[in-house]
Each structure stands twice: as structure tokens, then as C-alpha cells.
T-cell receptor
Framework: EAGVAQSPRYKIIEKRQSVAFWCNPI?????LYWYQQILGQGPKLLIQ????????DSQLPKDRFSAERLKGVDSTLKIQPAKLEDSAVYLC??????????????FGPGTRLTVL | QQPVQSPQAVILREGEDAVINCSSS?????VHWYRQKHGEAPVFLMI?????EQKGHEKISASFNEKKQQSSLYLTASQLSYSGTYFC??????????FGAGTRLTVKP
């Protein structure tokens, strides 16, 4: 079974530029998560989708971050414009259903973003 | 809402045991445990539900104290491969997921 795919793996941009990350979850997984992990910290949930609907985006900085999962499968996370403090690893994860219940999350390899 | 983990770091010799704790100030629905090795993605270890159900790897054990809103992960007879950072993820209201800051575990020969 294929795992969670993410691209690109690495991205370096200047501040105020835009960047987009792509995630393809495990086939059949209804729930998709985007996390931001700053070096030395735990993953911070940015947004959670159930199929193509948003379940939780309370920690997403909506003035600069946006995400979509239009067909309920793959997803895109965008930052526009980027700030220095956005430098982090962006992790995508998926699970069969919502975090409640016996639904473990499967994480992708992440995208390491460096903002200069 | 972020859970608090303790200790922040622990160093063991192979064969020694360790306990990692996770506590919440808010009523929990479930607790997840993941391990992350340097430069890699987190990997699932265990889920514990309110009410007693759990799912995880055979060699991993954990507990969930619903009254205290706490969970503990028990690592026994540690091996070099256990080294990494352990994160607890707490779930509220069936879908709100928050991870702790992590516990860095180092196992030495």
C-alpha cells in the first residue's frame, strides 16, 4: 500500500514570496491533516479535512495561509506571502476517519520550507 | 489546549525502562502516541480511547487515566532503536487534535 505522498520535499524562498505544497493521502482515507513543525517542537495542526469539508482550521493563520481539498482526495496548502517565521517542516497526514476512534494517522515525509 | 509532556528528555542504557507522561487540562476523548526519528516523519505507536479501548504495537504499552486526564507510555527493556522523540497527541470532542512538545529519548549501548 502506498503511503502519504508530498511534494516538493524541500523549498527555499525569499520572504514575501508565495509557495504551495501538495499532498496525496493514502487511498480511501477520508481525513487529511496539515501540520507545521518548527525545529524542536511538536507538530502544530493547521487544518483538518473530512473528505472535502473543513473540520478544524482554528490554528491556521488565515491572512496568509490557505488550503483546499476540492475533490476529497489530494490537497494543497498555500502560503502567500511567506514570512521568516514560516520556516518549518510541513507535514501532511491522513487517517481512515476522524482523530476520535481507533484511527491512527499516517504521515508523509514532509516539505522542509526555508524562508530567507 | 496543548498537552504537557514530561520529562522533556531522558537518557537510558540499553535494557533500562522509561515512562513518558502526557497531561491535559481539558477533558480528553483519546490519546495518540507517535515516535519521530531525526529527519523522519512521526510513526504511530498507540491510541487509547476514553472507556478503555486501545490499539497499538504489541511491544508498546500505555495507560490512560480518565479522571486525571493523563496518559503514560511505558518503554521496557529499551533498545537502541527506541531512540527518538515521542509525542503525545490529545483529542478533544472527537476531532480536535493537539500534539505536545515531545520527549527526547536517547538509548545508549
Amino acid at each position: 500500500e502506498a503511503g502519504v505522498a508530498q511534494s516538493p520535499r524541500y523549498k527555499i524562498i525569499e520572504k514575501r514570496q508565495s509557495v504551495a505544497f501538495w499532498c496525496n493521502p493514502i487511498s480511501g482515507h477520508a481525513t487529511l491533516y496539515w501540520y507545521q513543525q518548527i525545529l524542536g517542537q511538536g507538530p502544530k495542526l493547521l487544518i483538518q479535512f473530512q473528505n472535502n469539508g473543513v473540520v478544524d482550521d482554528s490554528q491556521l493563520p488565515k491572512d496568509r495561509f490557505s488550503a483546499e481539498r476540492l475533490k476529497g482526495v489530494d490537497s494543497t496548502l498555500k502560503i502567500q506571502p511567506a514570512k521568516l517565521e514560516d520556516s518549518a517542516v510541513y507535514l501532511c497526514a491522513s487517517s481512515l476517519e476522524l482523530a476520535g476512534g481507533l484511527n491512527e494517522q499516517f504521515f508523509g515525509p514532509g516539505t522542509r520550507l526555508t524562508v530567507l | 489546549q496543548q498537552p504537557v509532556q514530561s520529562p522533556q528528555a531522558v537518557i537510558l542504557r540499553e535494557g533500562e525502562d522509561a515512562v513518558i507522561n502526557c497531561s491535559s487540562s481539558k477533558a480528553l476523548y483519546s490519546v495518540h502516541w507517535y515516535r519521530q526519528k531525526h529527519g523522519e516523519a512521526p510513526v504511530f505507536l498507540m491510541i487509547l480511547l476514553k472507556g478503555g479501548e486501545q490499539k497499538g504495537h504489541e511491544k508498546i504499552s500505555a495507560s490512560f487515566n480518565e479522571k486525571k486526564q493523563q496518559s503514560s507510555l511505558y518503554l521496557t527493556a529499551s533498545q537502541l532503536s527506541y531512540s527518538g522523540t515521542y509525542f503525545c497527541g490529545t483529542v478533544y470532542n472527537n476531532n480536535d487534535m493537539r500534539f505536545g512538545a515531545g520527549t527526547r529519548l536517547t538509548v545508549k549501548p
